[in-house]
């Protein structure tokens, strides 16, 4: 089993071309249409941005978005679970910007790594 999940570059980097979509449709014309538009591509684009790395070291769960680890004690989740590419955490306080935590999980072959959200489950005594 990894240490880490992948670092979401590959999230971060669509997240930066979902921005693309408004800026193409607002470009001159500031028109209601265009902005209506515009807006599930400024939410994706916050979800792909938000998407964090993950590591479940010992007796703590630690994160990161950008540069800076943060500390979550296993007492603290409520729930893991996977949700397709992602998994995702849920605890006892209100993670902006979505009351979850959303993580990268490894590729294998042609599926996606559980190992993670297992050993979160398990420490955590989920299951």
Request: include cysteine.
């Amino acid at each position: 089993m990894r240490k880490d999940t992948p670092y979401p570059i590959t999230a971060w980097y669509m997240g930066l071309l979902f921005l693309g979509g408004p800026l193409i449709l607002l470009y001159h014309t500031f028109r209601i249409q265009n902005i209506l538009l515009s807006i599930p591509f400024v939410v994706a684009s916050g979800f792909f941005l938000s998407v964090v790395q993950v590591s479940p070291p010992g007796d703590h769960l630690r994160y990161r978005r950008l540069i800076k680890w943060k500390v979550i004690p296993y007492n603290q989740v409520l729930e893991c679970r996977e949700d397709s590419v992602f998994g995702y955490l849920r605890i006892k306080r209100y993670v902006p910007p979505w009351g979850k935590l959303y993580f990268t999980r490894a590729q294998v072959g042609t599926r996606w790594d559980s190992d993670v959200v297992a050993t979160i489950r398990r420490r955590a005594k989920l299951d």
